[in-house]
């Protein structure tokens, strides 16, 4: 039975996608939504601090009130995404937001456990070859380390 779905989302079409997908589905089960949005940690180039000019430093070695403003940014760039999402397609179900500083596909695991879902839904661009080596692929990570249901909802670019 499913009682919970946890759906990623991030501010692209092919999430969004996922998004109303899972809603849709959380209507007809009668299920509780757990919606996460991952802000990953970014690399700047540093030129006139030492840092390695190619590789930047990561957000976490970075310190000061110009940084924390950055991260408040980026918070508050989330919560209006996932109040955007919720309004569009959340209708009457229950809903809870999961707003995490971190490594996408760890993160989307990691909320699965707090959350205790029975599904996770996300979306997928269908990179492939030499795009998706480079970039990675959140979803495969999400379907290959989940100890409970993926639905990939792919999407047309």
């Not at 995490?100 to 879902?117: L, R, V």
């Amino acid at each position: 039975m499913i009682k919970k779905i946890l759906i990623g989302i991030d501010d692209s079409t092919y999430a969004e996608h996922a998004a109303k997908y899972g809603f849709d589905l959380a209507e007809t089960l009668n299920a509780h939504v757990g919606l996460v949005h991952m802000t990953e940690p970014v690399s700047l180039a540093m030129t006139n601090t030492g840092a390695d000019e190619i590789l930047g430093t990561s957000m976490q070695a970075l310190s000061g009130p110009d940084n924390l403003e950055l991260l408040k940014v980026q918070d508050e760039i989330a919560e209006n995404l996932m109040e955007r999402i919720v309004k569009k397609y959340g209708g009457t179900l229950q809903v809870t937001h999961f707003n995490e500083f971190g490594s996408t596909g760890e993160g989307i695991i990691n909320c699965s456990h707090e959350f205790k879902a029975d599904l996770i839904i996300i979306g997928t661009h269908r990179r492939t070859g030499l795009d998706r080596l480079l970039m990675g692929s959140i979803a495969e990570y999400v379907v290959r380390h989940s100890e409970i249901p993926v639905l990939v909802v792919p999407s047309k670019e």
